[in-house]
């Protein structure tokens, strides 16, 4: 049998939007708005990508270099307060194998005009095959990719 | 009015069992068996109106005390290897009131005959701190119960 290990960790990130809390979560929950920044800045080219944003809903996001196994990212929503509030798992397949399950939290604090967002990742890292920091540090790109499209509309 | 904000742990929860890791796995996969051990003490009742263990199932049950099983529990099964780890999340509601998510995760190690079972619960509560401390309460009286099944239920031949 395989050696099977579990790494936990938990991280935080914070992001500072010049955008109304509203605009946010509109960015976060509208499918059309959520295509448009959350890309994968190794491998631009969208693959399958479809979005249920209602509790218990799904969202897919699949994509990979041409010679390489595909990446799919499954999430489910388990909670949403509108404007406020939005927690989803998710895991992460490379092919056919499951690297990661985590569990993220993101607040929504009106911060002036603008936005303060709170991401809180709870990672369980599968078999050693990625690891906290670097999910940390590929989230954080992400978060960077949304301030850049919410810039552009502000 | 503003919703509370969210506050996270992590609970890690430790056992040694007397049995096989094929054997414990059975009774953590087995609704019956679950049906029996799950609830923290013999006045709470657990009751699965749905349960479909195998990656992507949904369980759905109800559990409090008994003739007022107030709470839902949405468990999904996001990985499974066999004997060895499971790993869900557990959404738990009291009505309407959504009260907390877990990322759970259960690794089962050989040790000699016998089998470590290693618990993590990573949870994001919503109603506050209470709900962290009810999850281990939970979760701790759970695993306690689990020991007396594995001890009186018989091995299947």
């Keep these: 049998m395989i050696e099977r290990s579990v790494v936990h960790s938990t991280f ?3 992001r500072l939007y010049p955008a109304a809390p509203s605009k946010v979560f509109f960015a976060l929950s509208n499918a059309d708005a959520k295509r448009r920044w959350f890309t994968d800045p190794d491998n631009p080219m969208p693959g399958r990508f479809q979005m249920d944003f209602r509790i218990g809903g799904k969202e897919v996001n699949a994509g990979g270099p041409k010679d390489g196994p595909i990446h799919v990212y499954t999430a489910t929503y388990q909670d949403i307060v509108p404007d406020q509030r939005i927690v989803y798992s998710y895991d992460m397949l490379f092919g056919e194998t499951r690297i990661s399950v985590s569990l993220a939290t993101i607040e929504l604090f009106a911060d002036g005009k603008g936005t303060r967002l709170v991401l809180t990742e709870q990672g369980a890292f599968l078999d050693g095959h990625d690891t906290s920091s670097s ?6 790109v992400l978060l960077d990719l949304l301030g850049a499209f919410l810039n552009e509309k502000t | 009015m503003t919703e509370p904000s969210v506050t996270h742990a992590t609970i890690v929860l430790e056992r040694i069992y007397e049995a096989s890791p094929a054997r414990v796995f059975q009774a953590l996969a087995d609704p019956q068996a679950r049906a029996r051990w799950g ?3 013999k006045n709470v009742d657990l009751v699965y109106d749905k349960a479909d263990f195998r990656v992507g199932g949904l ?3 109800r559990c409090g005390p008994r003739g007022s099983l107030i709470y839902r529990v949405e468990t999904r099964y996001i990985d499974i ?3 060895q780890r499971i790993v869900s999340t557990e959404l738990v509601c009291e009505g309407w009131n959504r009260l907390s998510v877990s990322l759970v995760t259960v690794e089962l190690q050989p040790v000699g005959t016998s089998t470590r079972l290693v618990l993590t619960d990573q949870i994001a509560a919503f109603g506050g701190k209470d709900m962290i401390a009810g999850s281990q309460a939970g979760f701790s009286a759970a695993l306690d119960n689990l020991a007396v099944e594995l001890r009186h239920q ?3 031949a």
């Design chain 1, 12 to 14: 935080i990130i914070e």
């Design chain 1, 135 to 140: 999910r940390e540090h590929g989230t954080g």
């Design chain 2, 39 to 41: 609830t923290p003490s």
């Design chain 2, 59 to 61: 369980d759905i049950s």
């Design chain 2, 81 to 83: 290897e066999p004997e």
């Design chain 2, 154 to 156: 018989p091995v299947d």
